[in-house]
């Protein structure tokens, strides 16, 4: 691939903002499943309410009301409305200390609060009042969101203390993210080779079961990540870590199962020697689900592993959250931040996992991105 090619499939992964937000909105949704579903277990201790030297709006005001997103059948009968929702005019004259108290309780960390309430959490200052009330209608909603799971959202801030929990979270973003990853891959090949895979291990992810939460959903009552796929011309898809994905095919006697193939890369992923004796590699990849816009460290991911020579084959970079200014390196960025550096010559291929996941009608809108991963793909897999 030229570098005029490579420039082009990189300006193919750029999000826009609000898909960069509705990624991040999913996947904090995703988090927050897990720590709700880890303190209904857990002793939560003393639950934090709002204090008292809050601003006591008119919470009869059906005006006032539906700019805040609220009902109002949600309050009529409530002793305190304010323990539950931030009203537009308290977030328009309450202090950040009144305002960081509702951020608390979306059980949001600091960096996703920056990105889905920017001027809430005093990142960026409002437009004009219709920004700052899309804001407080998305808090609020938000926090009803979190009341239908089960949980009163006053309880966030008594998760903090526990570590376990945030722990597991994040363990749960990363297995959703995995299993994104798949989706892509499991519906290219669908489409652009219907009918060839014929051996798997773990589970192929349901067809109906696309979107992150509903990822999350199906995994909770049992579902398993797809670790292996064989194909009917004997490559194989593996779905591991370090790297993420790899297609390859044995160079002695073909795999009779996936199970075979998984065993036999396992036996050699970390010796780059006996790998190259016993399987041929087409790709290996790495998938990236970091919600952050700024960790472009983690998602270039520059740990120890092998770079594209070492490993004697192509090698792609899937990441979430690709905004422009991570590709040339927006105002106020620095050059070395961007993607327009040294470090992205590790990869042949960058994809955009959002797009690429298609939960939302992505693939539609980016048709050259998604046309560009199957081809490159159908490569790969030996199927062009």
């Not at 509705?22 to 949704?29: D, I, L, P, Q, S």
């Not at 108290?101 to 949001?108: C, D, E, V, W």
């Not at 799971?149 to 995995?178: L, T």
């Not at 960058?350 to 539609?364: E, H, S, T």
Request: glycine share 8%.
């Amino acid at each position: 691939m030229s570098l005029r090619e490579f420039a082009a499939q990189l300006e193919r992964c750029a999000q826009s903002d609000e898909e960069a937000l509705a990624f991040v909105e999913a996947f904090a949704k995703v988090r927050l499943k897990g720590i709700i579903s880890q303190l209904l277990r857990a002793d939560p201790g003393t639950v934090i309410h709002q204090s008292d030297d809050l601003l006591h709006p008119d919470w009869t005001d059906p005006q006032k009301l539906a700019l805040s997103g609220i009902h109002p059948e949600a309050v009529a009968e409530h002793p305190d409305p304010e323990s539950l929702y931030l009203h537009i005019d308290a977030a328009m004259a309450a202090g950040r200390t009144a305002i960081r108290a509702y951020l608390g309780m979306t059980g949001l960390s600091d960096k996703q609060r920056r990105v889905m309430f920017p001027i809430l959490a005093g990142t960026k200052a409002p437009a004009d009042g219709d920004d700052l009330a899309a804001e407080v209608q998305r808090l609020n909603g938000w926090l009803d969101w979190v009341r239908a799971e089960g949980v009163d959202p006053s309880i966030f801030p008594v998760y903090q203390r526990h570590i376990g929990i945030h722990g597991a979270s994040q363990n749960k973003g990363g297995q959703v993210g995995a299993a994104g990853a798949a989706i892509a891959f499991q519906d290219a090949l669908e489409e652009i080779a219907p009918g060839r895979i014929v051996d798997y291990v773990g589970d192929l992810v349901p067809a109906m079961v696309r979107t992150p939460l509903e990822v999350c959903d199906w995994l909770a009552d049992g579902g398993r990540l797809p670790k292996a796929l064989l194909l009917n011309n004997g490559r194989a898809i593996v779905f591991s870590s370090d790297p993420d994905v790899a297609i390859f095919q044995s160079l002695g006697t073909s795999y009779a199962t996936a199970a075979e193939a998984l065993a036999a890369y396992d036996a050699v992923r970390r010796q780059p020697a006996a790998r190259r004796q016993a399987i041929h590699e087409f790709v290996v990849g790495e998938v990236k689900t970091a919600t952050d816009k700024n960790n472009l460290h983690e998602r270039l991911a520059l740990g120890s592993r092998e770079t594209r020579d070492e490993v004697r084959t192509d090698r792609f970079l899937m990441m979430a959250v690709l905004t422009m200014d991570l590709l040339r390196g927006g105002s106020g960025q620095r050059s070395g931040r961007s993607l327009e550096n040294r470090d992205v010559e590790r990869f042949s291929d960058v994809f955009n996992l959002y797009f690429a996941w298609g939960w939302d009608g992505a693939r539609g809108r980016h048709p050259q991105h998604w046309e560009t991963f199957k081809a490159k793909l159908a490569g790969w897999c030996g199927f062009r």
